[in-house]
């Protein structure tokens, strides 16, 4: 009768755990792209080929230079991260997403750098709880960091 | 007997779960606000500028970091929360952005270490403290989290770096010291206004402009680049430096200059005799890019460069085109605001060695709230500033140097 209940218990601590550390990893990951792209020169976040932007995602998932290297997160892709570029407008006063465009942030056309950049996950992380006998269904993490752009 | 058994290791077990999960969560939390603390305390650091409106701007520009208007942004507890939002149970404040003048008074935890907070002009770093209510779920079932939440909080400091030895998106305008030995301002006073003329040879010496104390003769260093495919015009490419500074590049070589990295002039902007009363083309095409720091709208002789109706849409106009005798009166977004290398000696043949970087503030022409071509020798005045306002790029290794401006980094 307790023991059922103990597994249980259990089981669910295990996998709250790894849910926890599964964000904090992403979290980590997407951390360290943001650094690393918010403080380089010459980055073109409207090229989707971008050099920089493709050592970032691979340092920061496999925590290595080798794009084939085992993701420090199971199954996480450099096509999974998804960075956005904003810039600050004047006249609503917010953030608003900087455009592919000579006087966006398109550098291969002439545009400049942008305010800040944001580091998410394209459709999340999903994680499914395993406690047996019982069928969760996916929890999406979808950790996100804006940092400054305080490169040229 | 089994019941007495659970009734012990209950608690026991709930300590236990409350150290694997909430403790977990409560870090994880931590390092969110300390993600959104960062992110806050640079977008500060950023806005440091040197000016009055400065401490108010980098304020506005740290809340930037956590607005969530569009979805996105730092938030906290599995990016689940908006930071400094009440959710009625979970409270999270943000703390007025504080500065300090000095890096070890920001960084000091108690009042003051070696100076104190500062507001305006005087600001050069930023401390953000940010707190949030961390939910508890099995500490929140024993008498030790009764509350079912505990308050976390992050602070982080951000500010000017040490000067930097590697400078890029800076200006191609070099000038020479006024005196050499002095390391601080090379013998340039702070808030004087002088006139930067282009080099030329022989008499007469053109005139200081109106309201300048002296004219100051500089020269274009080359970074022309035969490979540039985009706006590869050499006149494109004057007017681009002119305009927003050294365009980004992969290559530092291209986009940045080094202390003590030797130059030479940029061959097609040679000196020309005083008497001739003129600048080369190229020298033109480069202040038609100063030009349009103050006016989108480019005149008539800036015609000639290549592609200038789409160069002219890049950057903004200043949004402070007043004429200033005090630079922290300066409301604008930083584009009259010039970094330009301090070079041992004006050469029109051989290599120039970079000293230093300072800035300027580009004065608007005389009577006018715009920069005319109408003067000889590519004249304007600009205000000496010293070097109070962070660059957006550079590199701090390579040279030994105690002046010169740095860059926004974070601190603590």
Redesign the interface.
């Known amino acids: 009768m307790l023991l059922p209940l103990l597994f249980l218990l259990l089981f669910g601590m295990v996998e709250l755990a790894r849910i926890s550390y599964t964000y904090y990893a992403l979290n980590k990951i997407l951390t360290t792209v943001a650094s690393y792209v918010g403080s380089r020169q010459a980055v073109n976040f409207c090229d989707d080929g971008d050099a920089t932007v493709a050592i970032a995602k691979t340092f920061a998932i496999t925590g290595g230079n080798d794009p084939a290297g085992a993701p420090l997160v199971p199954n996480l892709e450099p096509a999974n991260i998804r960075i956005g570029i904003e810039r600050y407008d004047a006249a609503s006063d917010s953030l608003a997403a900087c455009e592919c465009s000579v006087t966006g942030c398109d550098l291969a056309q002439g545009g400049t750098a942008p305010g800040y950049v944001v580091v998410s996950l394209a459709d999340g992380y999903p994680v499914r709880l395993a406690v047996p006998f019982v069928n969760f269904e996916p929890i999406i993490l979808r950790p996100q960091i804006r940092m400054p752009y305080a490169g040229t | 007997m089994?019941i007495q058994v659970?009734v012990i290791l209950t608690p026991v077990?709930l300590v236990?779960?409350g150290l694997?999960?909430d403790l977990?969560?409560i870090?994880?939390i931590k390092?969110?606000l300390k993600?959104a603390a960062?992110?806050m305390a640079?977008?500060a650091a950023?806005e440091l500028g040197g000016t009055d409106q400065s401490t108010e701007l980098a304020t506005a520009?740290a809340l930037?970091?956590?607005?969530t208007?569009?979805g996105?942004?730092?938030?906290y507890d599995?990016?689940g929360l908006t930071i400094g939002q009440d959710t009625g149970f979970l409270t999270s404040t943000i703390e007025d952005t504080q500065y300090f003048d000095t890096a070890s008074a920001a960084i000091g935890e108690g009042e003051d270490i070696s100076g104190s907070a500062v507001s305006g002009s005087a600001a050069r770093h930023a401390r953000v403290t940010l707190r949030a209510d961390a939910p508890l779920l099995f500490f929140g079932l024993i008498p030790l989290g009764f509350e079912r939440k505990t308050p976390v909080a992050m602070r982080s400091v951000a500010g000017m770096s040490a000067p930097l030895c590697t400078a890029?998106?800076i200006e191609a305008i070099a000038i020479a010291p006024l005196a050499a030995d002095d390391t601080v301002d090379f013998g340039f006073v702070r808030g004087t206004r002088y006139t930067l003329g282009y080099q030329c040879t022989g008499a007469p010496v053109p005139a200081a402009l109106a309201n300048t104390s002296q004219r100051i003769p500089y020269l274009l260093l080359d970074k022309n680049n035969p490979e540039a495919t985009?706006?590869a015009d050499e006149s494109s490419q004057l007017y681009?430096v002119g305009s927003?500074g050294l365009p980004?590049?992969?290559s530092e070589a291209r986009?940045c200059f080094q202390i003590n990295s030797t130059h030479l002039l940029w061959a097609s902007a040679s000196v020309l005799a005083c008497s001739a009363g003129g600048v080369q083309n190229s020298v033109r095409n480069h202040f038609c890019g100063l030009q349009s720091r103050f006016d989108s709208v480019p005149i008539e002789a800036c015609n000639a460069v290549a592609e200038v109706g789409?160069?002219s849409?890049?950057?903004p106009v200043d949004?402070d085109v007043n004429d200033l005798d005090d630079y922290a009166a300066y409301t604008g977004n930083r584009r009259r605001v010039i970094t330009v290398p301090i070079v041992d000696a004006l050469a029109a043949t051989t290599e120039m060695t970079v000293l230093g970087f300072r800035q300027f503030l580009i004065e608007p022409s005389n009577g006018t709230n715009v920069l005319n071509f109408d003067t000889p020798n590519a004249r304007f005045p600009a205000m000496y500033i010293g070097s109070v306002v962070p660059l957006?790029?550079g590199r701090f290794s390579g040279c030994s140097i105690s002046s010169g401006p740095g860059?926004?980094v974070l601190l603590r």
């Open positions: 089994a659970v077990l236990l779960m694997a999960v977990g969560r870090y994880l390092g969110e993600n960062n992110a640079l977008s950023l520009a930037r970091a956590v607005e208007a569009n996105l942004g730092n938030k599995f990016a890029c998106g985009l706006f681009r927003g980004a590049n992969s986009a789409t160069l849409t890049v950057f949004s957006k790029q860059r926004a």
